[in-house]
C-alpha cells in the first residue's frame, strides 16, 4: 500500500510513476483525494461536536444544583449526538471507499526503472553462449519421457491437464536440484522455513495478491467454517507474513528467509508451443528466498538476492540472460524486479527461472511491519523476494542443455553428489 502522505504531498509524481506502469490512475488519486480531505474535515467537525458535548456535559450537574432548568442543554446534547451519529455513519463511509481505492493502486516503479511494457524490458547480462549441437535436439518432453524422468501421461491421468508425475531418476534429479539450491542457502547464511501450504486470506492481503488477483489462487473451501483459506501460489506468500503486526529492531535486520514448498497457481497451460510440457503448470517445486531489511539496507539486499540467484544457475552451467523489467511488467506490488532467465534450446526462447524484487514498504505498510531505528523511531520495513530457485523451467532446460548425441543425459558436476551418477540413460517407465 502506498503511503497517503506521500499521495498529499506530491500527487503529481505519483501519477507520472503510475503511468510508467502504463496505467491511467490519475483519476482514482484525485477521488482518493477528495476522499481523504472530506475525511480529515469530518474529523475535526466531529471531534468539535464531541468537545461541545462534554462541554454541555459538564454544565448539567453544576444547573442541577443552582436549580436551573437543563431542558435547553440536554436538547443541545441530543442534537449534538445524532450529528455526531450522522458523521461518524458517513466517515465510516469515507474510510471504506479510501481503503479500497488505496488497495486498488499498485507499487511506484523506482525511478531508474523504464516506462513500459515487456517490449521495453532491458537486458543486462548473458552468461556462456547459447549451446550449439551438431545433431538433431530433442525437446524437453521428449528427452524426459525416454529417459524415464516424467510420465506426463499418468501425471494428467491423476490431476488433469497441467500436471505430471517424476519418476525415478527424474524424482532423483528433481530432489537434486532442491537439495543443492537448499545447502547453498544456507551456507549463506539464510534460514530455512517450512511453512504450512494452505493460508490465511490475511496472508494474501499483505503480500498484495489480494484482493485485486484473489481469483489466481486455489481457495479451499470448509463447510464447518467461514474462514478463507487459500494454497500459497509461492512461498514468499508465507514468508512476508512471518512478521505481520511486529516490531522488529534495526540490528536484527536483515532478516533472511528461504522456503522449499510446491506452489499452486490456477493459471493453466496454454496450447501454445511455448507453453507444452513442465513450463507451466498448476503445482510445481520452487526454493524462496525473502529478505526484511531497513530502508538503508534495501538496495544491498536487492543486488545479493539477484546474485545468489545468478550463481545458481551459473554453478549449473546454463546459459542465461539476466534483465531488468520495464515497470508495465512488474508485479503490482514490486518496485523493481530482475528476471533471470535459461535458454531452452527447442524453443529458441528464454523462460524465466527466478524474478527478484523489491517491494520497499508497500507490503510492510499493509503487515504493519515495523522497525526501530537507531534514533527508536518506527519505520516500515522493506520486504524482498526472489526465487532460489524455481525447478520447473530448471529442469526442462537442463534436460535440453546436457542432451548428447545417444540420447543420454550428462548430469552438471555441481548436482553428481546428489546422483551419484555422471550421466543418466533412458529408462522404461
Not at 46 to 56: I, L, P, V, Y
Not at 154 to 167: D, E, T
Not at 368 to 380: A, P, V
Request: aromatic share 8%; proline share 4%.
Amino acid at each position: 500500500m502506498l503511503d497517503i502522505k506521500l499521495l498529499r504531498t506530491q500527487p503529481e509524481k505519483v501519477k507520472a510513476a503510475l503511468r510508467k506502469r502504463q496505467m491511467d490512475l490519475d483519476g482514482v488519486i484525485d477521488e482518493i483525494l477528495a476522499l481523504d480531505a472530506e475525511r480529515r474535515g469530518l474529523i475535526g467537525e466531529t471531534e468539535e461536536m464531541k468537545a461541545a458535548q462534554n462541554t454541555a456535559g459538564k454544565k448539567i450537574p453544576a444547573m442541577k444544583k443552582a436549580g436551573e432548568d437543563t431542558t435547553a442543554v440536554m436538547v443541545e446534547m441530543k442534537g449534538l449526538a445524532e450529528q455526531v451519529k450522522v458523521k461518524e455513519a458517513r466517515l465510516a463511509e469515507i474510510e471504506a471507499a479510501q481503503q479500497d481505492r488505496m488497495l486498488a493502486l499498485p507499487n511506484l516503479p523506482d525511478d531508474d526503472v523504464p516506462a513500459g511494457g515487456k517490449e521495453a524490458n532491458v537486458e543486462l547480462r548473458t552468461f556462456l553462449e547459447k549451446p550449439e549441437f551438431n545433431f538433431a535436439i530433442k525437446d524437453h518432453m521428449e528427452l524426459s519421457e525416454s529417459l524415464g524422468l516424467i510420465d506426463y501421461k499418468r501425471g494428467a491421468k491423476l490431476g488433469g491437464n497441467g500436471s505430471w508425475v517424476y519418476r525415478g531418476a527424474g524424482a532423483r534429479l528433481e530432489w537434486a536440484l532442491l537439495n543443492f539450491f537448499i545447502a547453498q542457502h544456507l551456507a549463506d547464511g539464510y534460514e530455512l522455513v517450512l511453512p504450512p501450504h494452505m493460508l490465511g486470506w490475511e496472508c494474501g492481503y499483505v503480500a498484495g495478491q489480494f484482493p485485486k488477483f484473489e481469483e489466481e489462487v486455489f481457495h479451499i473451501a470448509n463447510p464447518a467454517t467461514e474462514e478463507k483459506k487459500f494454497m500459497l501460489p509461492t512461498a514468499e506468500t508465507a514468508l512476508v507474513n512471518l512478521h505481520r503486526d511486529e516490531i522488529l529492531e534495526a540490528d536484527e535486520l536483515p532478516k533472511k528467509y528461504i522456503a522449499y514448498t510446491p506452489c499452486y497457481r490456477r493459471e493453466a497451460g496454454s496450447y501454445r508451443s511455448e507453453e507444452r510440457g513442465m513450463i507451466r503448470g498448476h503445482q510445481f517445486n520452487k526454493v524462496e528466498m525473502v529478505q526484511y531489511a531497513t530502508a538503508e539496507g534495501s538496495a544491498a539486499a536487492f543486488e545479493e538476492m539477484v546474485g545468489k540467484a545468478e550463481k545458481l544457475v551459473q554453478q549449473l552451467g546454463l546459459h542465461h540472460r539476466v534483465s531488468m523489467l520495464a515497470a508495465g511488467d512488474v508485479s503490482a506490488g514490486m518496485a523493481r524486479t530482475y528476471d533471470i532467465e535459461v535458454w531452452i534450446p527447442s524453443m529458441g526462447i528464454y523462460k524465466e527461472v527466478s524474478s527478484a524484487s523489491n517491494a520497499r514498504d508497500y507490503q510492510a505498510r499493509r503487515g504493519s511491519i515495523r522497525y526501530r531505528d537507531g534514533e527508536k523511531k518506527l519505520q516500515f520495513a522493506h520486504t524482498l523476494n526472489a526465487s532460489g530457485l524455481a525447478t520447473s523451467r530448471i529442469f526442462p532446460a537442463l534436460v535440453e542443455q546436457y542432451q548428447t548425441a545417444e540420447g543420454n543425459l550428462r548430469v552438471p558436476e555441481v548436482l553428481q553428489p546428489y546422483m551419484g551418477c555422471e550421466v543418466i540413460t533412458p529408462a522404461k517407465m
